[in-house]
């Protein structure tokens, strides 16, 4: 993979010399149901900031471990207002429970069978989910090796920067410029993460990509 990106990408090397290995965190015990739920918590908000309020959550609805559907179907909405939820994000978590329990949203099992284009067209269907959200659940949950959200702001701001841009490119741009990636933009995602963070004062680092 590394050998492959340095070749690809002289910038890139670079920053991968820098920076050092790849330290992308995949947790393969988590279920897409959690995953998205997650994911919700972090849209529009700083990573830190997400993990407080879904400490709050877990803390009223979990007597062991994550809060299942049910019991997430079950809060009273001024309840996850008072975890830190907005409206929207109330929306979009009970859409998620419900999906879960339909089958809609897959278990892990069977969303290893499925691709990634299935994926991401079957759950950006629901409510308060787009592809960003699906996309993260893709490469920290399930481990796609080669996922490249480009409508994240810190891998187009990270682009930016590794490539000393006046403006972020658009996201049609960096997906085309990107392309020579393949099969390993999961982790050349990390990597322009790893470039937005450098840029950064240490505490202001996204938690999910430090």
Excluded at 45 to 73: C, K, N, Q, V
Excluded at 129 to 143: A, C, N, Q, Y
């Amino acid at each position: 993979m590394r050998s492959h990106l340095c070749a690809a990408d002289p910038d890139l090397a670079g920053l991968i010399a820098k920076v050092g290995r790849c330290r992308l965190r995949v947790d393969r015990a988590r279920e897409p149901y959690e995953s998205l739920v997650r994911a919700i918590a972090h849209q529009q908000l700083h990573g830190r900031a997400a993990e407080a309020i879904l400490g709050r959550m877990m803390a009223l609805l979990a007597d062991d471990g994550f809060p299942s559907a049910a019991s997430l179907l079950a809060a009273e909405p001024d309840a996850l207002r008072g975890c830190g939820f907005s409206l929207a994000k109330i929306a979009a978590l009970r859409a998620v429970a419900e999906a879960a329990q339909s089958g809609l949203v897959p278990s892990r099992a069977r969303a290893c069978r499925l691709s990634d284009a299935v994926l991401i067209e079957r759950l950006s269907s629901l409510r308060g989910i787009g592809r960003w959200t699906v996309e993260m659940l893709l490469i920290f949950s399930l481990g796609r090796p080669d996922i490249m959200p480009v409508d994240d702001f810190g891998v187009r701001e990270g682009y930016r920067l590794l490539k000393q841009l006046d403006r972020q490119p658009r996201l049609r741009e960096l997906a085309s410029l990107t392309e020579s990636w393949r099969p390993y933009r999961s982790a050349a995602a990390w990597y322009l993460w790893r470039a937005a963070d450098l840029a950064k004062p240490a505490a202001a680092a996204n938690p999910m990509t430090a």
